[in-house]
């Protein structure tokens, strides 16, 4: 049997696929890969279906040996990829031998890096999905030092051809929005979001990415009113009370308290799942 022996797994090494969606009602998120274009692209980079699972890193840091000859591929964070101690690059097909050795370095800016691998992470699915959620618990431990992974059987597809262009985040990263539910109970829904520039807090995960800046400000009769639960979408932008928003990731829980300003758009939160701490943040609002 194929399998990736970790030796090192870094910060965070996580299992991810596109996600178990439509399972709010039994309050578990959506989950998946947070940079979901970088995911695609290390599974077409491979040869892979649609969906087969990899690895998410945070920071780098991932150290594996090769159980089989394989086909790997890092996207995402653009990062220092070694092969057997050797410069190998990353945003390409890669040949992983038998018994070679794959180490992912520190980004050299973004957060998270993919590792896809021909066949996908054979790992137990949990309601339609591989991935770990932090939140619910479901799906694999977070990958840990000794972790041996299985590897499917390769689709026989052949892999895109690489490298791939892939770009530096920015110092800023611009979101656009559109108006939330709970909009109304701002003084000045549009400004309080479009007109500062935000900061990325080091206070967020795959839950949430919390922002520092001036707290949008209620509505002095809805100042102490508190708002029953009502459900949460990926993107949703949350208000605490007196407090600089939180925007929702794929973990997110799928109901809160707070209101909810604004949502990202979906195609936007890429970005700033790959804005490390301190990174600017500029909303735009759509009508």
Not at 14 to 23: A, C, E, F, S, Y
Not at 174 to 184: A, K, N
């Given at each position: ?98 018994g070679a050795e794959l180490a992912v370095g520190t980004p050299l800016g973004g957060l998270r890096c993919y590792l896809a691998v021909a066949g996908g992470l054979d790992v137990t699915v949990a309601l339609g ?159």
């Amino acid at each position: 049997m194929s399998a990736l022996l970790v030796l090192r797994a870094g910060p965070q090494a996580l299992v991810t696929d596109r996600g178990r969606p439509g399972h709010a009602h039994l309050g578990v998120p959506p989950s998946g890969a947070l940079d979901r274009p970088a995911y695609e692209l290390g599974n077409r980079l491979v040869g892979n279906d649609d969906g087969a699972a990899g690895l998410e890193l945070l920071g780098g840091g991932l150290r594996v040996r090769a159980r089989g000859d394989r086909t790997v591929a890092v996207t995402g964070a653009p990062a220092p990829v070694l092969l057997d101690g050797r410069p190998a690059g990353s945003h390409r097909a890669l040949h992983l031998p038998d018994g070679a050795e794959l180490a992912v370095g520190t980004p050299l800016g973004g957060l998270r890096c993919y590792l896809a691998v021909a066949g996908g992470l054979d790992v137990t699915v949990a309601l339609g999905s591989r991935s770990t959620d932090l939140l619910s618990g479901l799906g694999p431990d977070p990958v840990a030092d000794g972790d041996e992974l299985p590897v499917g059987p390769w689709s026989g597809r052949v892999p895109v051809a690489g490298p791939v262009p892939v770009s530096l985040p920015g110092a800023v990263v611009r979101l656009r929005v559109r108006p939330g539910p709970r909009d109304d109970w701002f003084t000045d829904p549009h400004g309080a979001l479009s007109d500062p520039l935000w900061t990325v807090s080091a206070d967020g995960n795959r839950i949430g990415v919390r922002l520092d800046g001036p707290p949008p400000r209620r509505h002095l009769e809805l100042r102490d009113r508190e708002l029953p639960s009502e459900g949460m979408v990926t993107g949703s932008v949350q208000v605490p009370p007196d407090g600089p928003p939180v925007v929702f990731l794929a973990d997110h829980p799928t109901t809160g308290g707070y209101p909810v300003l604004a949502a990202v758009e979906p195609a936007d939160l890429p970005l700033l799942a790959q804005a490390p701490p301190g990174t600017g943040v500029r909303f735009t609002m759509l009508r």
